[in-house]
């Protein structure tokens, strides 16, 4: 007789355990209200461990070394260049991220795999190559990346966050590696880990059977966020350099913006798809794309400049033949770098401002974070016009048809195998059983649907030059990721503040603006909706829950605007500094 779902996710947690050494482990982990389960607490919590919801700043500094911390806190960019110049060894550095990233799943269960013998192989390699050549291999030698658990890795299992594919590796192809995976080692970069996702990769929760549910280092008693929710924990709590995530409903975006961090959702045909893992394998009409999540924007312009730097269309026929175009960066950074004091050195820009999704209005934190970046490009002299363009309630009915497409058959035959039970995130969509599938003639329709969307909305935007005050369309928008900070375990509220971006296949970044305030965010009735949803989210807003929670923003782009876009955030970032 087979092993139970109970029994094997049971396994996957002690060896997931066993991957971190002995000197590593915490002996009684703070408890947290929403851990896993009760029988996986090590004891009854003290009222102190209880206490202990927020796990990030100095929290982790008592299981490490005064190194340790320097490595793991240091920017990016900066470890990589004392890396480069033979200051840092990759070995030293590596084994500080695997000891923080052991660290970050004992705290808010964000890892499925953490191979640090491998990783430990790959650094010496790097080393030596470094020693013999005197230069580095390549732009990201010695980056620690860590990876949703959706990307193949050569000899690392892919879950999906289903029991039943626990031990995967692709069977004969067990050396199958995902495209970017390999564009990532080729570079120079050390792929470590991989990190918890939600149950078929569904959902704006990060909950599923094997580790149950991953924590939010802010306050643990709420969500990371989904469908990335590991790499937001792990890379809040300096797990990780970078985490590459996985998008097609929010999933790199609402992750970055629950743990503080950035993140960017490309185009489709950017960065190469190839390999990666996905539920609804084949349903084209809303693609899934790759994006990384980091603790800064240069960061993640570094992640896109050196993979398609590789020319990663050589490799996918799916990718783009587009480099990287300095040019549209340049302008804007010039701005940026303008003297403060020399007002005719800067040139206007427009940004709309989207304030809902049509859905429901969110909560005081994030329009507090949107008065707040109205004010702060304004008072560096860029122009606000309130974005009213094609409801976004068309975007999300396109979405829930395309997900619903296949009646949920993917997701409960897989489910079934193992016997294992659905998450709610994943119940509330498809149900406690398959529905018919959707005929090709309303899949077409769907599809038609979208393009109408796309159209709408292209022209709505190209007429703002007449409104912009610069002669110019706007040149991005400013939108809520969500309609809260964070979400409670628990909770699983409808939110359509980022499907849009995805059915528009446009380009978007995250950055943090603001953390919730208990003096600044009091919950003023008068300004709530009055739909059901509404309701909802007003009735969920806790503000002692939520204070201290960062809140962040999408800067969103045209498609393939990914340089622009990520320099308009870092505009905005710089204005938002000077408030």
Request: aromatic share 6%.
């Amino acid at each position: 007789m087979p092993p139970s779902w109970q029994a094997l996710a049971r396994a996957k947690r002690q060896t997931i355990t066993n991957q971190i050494p002995p000197s590593w482990r915490i002996d009684e982990p703070p408890y947290s209200e929403s851990s896993s389960s009760a029988a996986d607490r090590p004891t009854a919590p003290t009222d102190t461990e209880h206490q202990q919801q927020n796990i990030t700043g100095t929290y982790p500094h008592q299981f490490l070394t005064p190194r340790e911390i320097e490595i793991t806190e240091n920017d990016v960019l900066d470890s990589l260049n004392l890396i480069h110049s033979g200051h840092w060894t990759c070995v030293e550095v590596t084994r500080a991220f695997c000891h923080r990233a052991s660290l970050a799943h004992q705290l808010t269960n964000c890892l499925h795999e953490l191979c640090l013998e491998q990783a430990i192989m790959d650094a010496t390699h790097l080393d030596s190559y470094f020693e013999q050549h005197g230069t580095p291999i390549g732009p990201l030698h010695g980056m620690l990346v860590s990876l949703a658990d959706c990307y193949h890795v050569k000899g690392m299992q892919t879950s999906l966050g289903y029991v039943e594919w626990i031990g995967a590796v692709e069977g004969a192809e067990a050396g199958l590696q995902s495209e970017v995976v390999k564009g990532l080692k080729e570079l120079g970069a050390i792929c470590f880990c991989k990190t918890a996702v939600p149950q078929a990769l569904l959902g704006i929760q990060c909950t599923n059977n094997i580790v149950g549910r991953v924590l939010n280092p802010f306050n643990r008693r709420l969500s990371s966020g989904g469908s990335s929710g590991g790499e937001g924990a792990l890379v809040s709590q300096h797990g990780s350099m970078v985490g590459m995530g996985s998008d097609r409903g929010g999933g790199v975006r609402i992750t970055s913006s629950y743990n503080g961090l950035y993140g960017l959702r490309p185009s489709t045909g950017r960065i190469s798809h190839q390999g990666v893992r996905t539920s609804m394998d084949g349903q084209d009409t809303i693609l899934p794309v790759v994006g990384p999540i980091a603790r800064s924007i240069s960061t993640l312009r570094l992640i896109m400049q050196s993979l398609l730097g590789a020319q990663p269309w050589l490799h996918d026929p799916l990718v783009l033949e587009l480099p990287w175009r300095t040019q549209q960066e340049a302008e804007i950074l010039s701005i940026i770098n303008s003297p403060a004091h020399d007002p005719s050195s800067i040139k206007q820009l427009c940004f709309g401002m989207l304030r809902t999704d049509g859905l429901s209005v969110p909560q005081p934190p994030v329009q507090r974070a949107l008065r707040m970046a109205a004010s702060a490009l304004i008072k560096k002299g860029h122009r606000i016009i309130e974005w009213d363009p094609p409801t976004h309630v068309q975007a999300y009915q396109v979405a829930l048809t395309t997900f619903l497409s296949d009646g949920g058959k993917d997701v409960h035959k897989t489910l079934a195998t193992s016997g294992e039970p659905m998450t709610e995130s994943v119940r509330l969509l498809y149900g406690a059983a398959p529905v018919a599938e959707t005929t090709s003639s309303s899949i077409m329709a769907t599809n038609k649907q979208k393009r109408d969307f796309q159209v709408a909305y292209l022209k709505y935007w190209m007429s703002t030059s007449a409104v912009s005050g610069t002669g110019r369309p706007v040149d991005a928008i400013i939108s809520p990721v969500s309609t809260s900070p964070a979400t409670r375990t628990t909770g699983n509220l409808v939110d359509g503040h980022c499907i849009w971006v995805d059915v528009l296949d446009y380009t978007s970044v995250v950055i943090p603006v603001t953390s919730v305030d208990k003096d600044l965010d009091a919950l003023d009735m008068a300004t709530q909706g009055g739909n059901p949803l509404d309701r909802e989210v007003r009735e969920d807003f806790d503000i002692g829950i939520y204070e201290g929670l960062p809140v962040g923003l999408q800067v969103v782009g045209q498609r393939l605007q990914e340089e622009k876009a990520l320099a308009l955030a870092e505009l905005l970032v710089h204005a938002l500094e000077t408030l």
